[in-house]
């Protein structure tokens, strides 16, 4: 670590790490310390369970109770994984709607010496974090009480870990193109995130095969990351199940992990582009201390 | 002076009156004023609808489901509605710093609500019915009435008990300060599942249905899907007679729940001098 890291008084600019550390912590705050811990945990965990239970109960009367059937395991496990994708959409459109609107501090970390891009991947981390907790619970949940056959011996750690740490990446550069829009709208700009990460649903694969979709629509999914970053994450949890979900059933394993860091690559250069256009545009219209009480 | 406008001075029923229209213009207007909703209010949750119909259909549930998903997604929109532009509403007003104007004009708070109300209701049945119309050309929802007049009673009680609901919660809201946001984030899903949005709410055990009917969306929606798709009139949780009783019972409740929880937020805010505070 740098001293400039370690050194609150230098006159240095702060490093990324610390950046990152302080916004992710503040993240964090934010996200948490409205209530106290027990509220915040029963909060965390009722959202996540009611949404899965919209599902569960959707499944349950047209197919009945077979909660242990490779269709249903494959939609429980991609529509827990898919609460991350809203996280990390809406993490970074929140941080710039919080700090604009609410706390109207973005100008203040414009004119400090920090780098916005990084501040801004900070603040999703918070509530990536708080999904992760959502992930864990939903899949929990679907263990003890719906039976579930994930195993923790049979799953493929390695696979997981990579797709995992890619998707995430690549999820938090998709927040950023969004989030950086939310930089120039005023109006109807907090449900921006939760909206498209919902849209997302339709393209992802989360909870029926993109075969399902009528076929523009199937090429819509196939540009985006998430199906393939699902995908993947069915192949390494539940591996036998995973595999028979009829998505990319003639791509491998490392194909896939392939094609996802092709997107990460990808992503991470359209977000600074698209970053770069946005933020330039809001400047220029001296939106970054606009207050616009929508 | 010829460039003076008088002012009239109302007070009574002219001025509530005055007071509702005042209250719900900004959100008529804004829907003429300000396109952006098509996009955000429609065509994004419109998406929600439409993964919800691919779930049934990748399940190949029976057609009258994908019309249950249709209808649900546009009622959808009234709670969202409820939620956020009338439960969490005064909380907002409080942070901009509107409530206190509110509370110092001759005007009754309870015009107020009912103009965000009217004003709301207004609003949203314009998105709901986008949502309905286009849901129902894409994906071919065919519906038979069975008593148009039932259906609009129906529609009436749901829409009053619900905003009455509505107009009770903003003023428990405004108690939470910051945990407002987070209390309206927090009612949003579980609602959905246990009101029954995209399913029948008979797929729950009667005292969970029963509890659900609480939020008058479950039993108006039970209502208009036994009305609408009379082939799943067996699914109906009560009797559509039944349930238009129970409607206009909480339509009274929640509008004489709504005055008086109003009137107690505004003697204690009053009295603690916090109807000004921005609580970040």
Redesign the interface.
Known sequence: MSSAETTPNSEAKPGKLLTFRTSAWLGWMIESN??DPFIFAI?SI??PI??A???I???????GGDFGSA?FVN?YIGNAFFILVGAAIQGVSFGILDDRE??RTLKYIYIAPVRVPVYLFGRSVASILVACFSVLITLGFGIIFLKMPIALAEVKWGLFAAAFVLGMAVMICLGLMLGSWTLI?K??AW??GE??G??L??FSGA???LS??PVPLQWVGSALPISYWLTLIRRALVPGIGRAYPMYTNLSDQQLILILLGFTLVYAALAALIYKRFDFIARERGNIDMVS?Y | MALQTKVTRNSGARLFLQSVIGRSYPRVIGTQRDLSWLFFDIFLPFLTMVGYVYIYRALKAPEEYIGFVVLGSAMTAYWINILWSMSSQLYWEKETGNLALYVMSPTPLMAILFGMASGGLFSTTIRALVILVVGNLLFQVSYTITSFWALFLVFVLTMVALYGMGMMLSSLFLLFNREAWHSANLLQAPVMLFSGFYFPVSAFNFWVAAAASIVPLTLGMDAIRQLVFPSTALLGFLSVKLELIILAILSVLFLAAAFLTLRRMERLAIKHGKITDRLD
Do not use: E, Q
Request: no cysteine; hydrophobic share 55%; aromatic share 14%.
């Open positions: 409205w209530t909060y009722i959202r009611s949404t239970a919209i599902l109960v959707m499944y349950l009367v047209i197919r269709d939609l609410h706390y709208i109006n109807n449900s921006l909206s498209l919902a849209g649903l339709i909870v029926f095969p399902v979709l009480n």
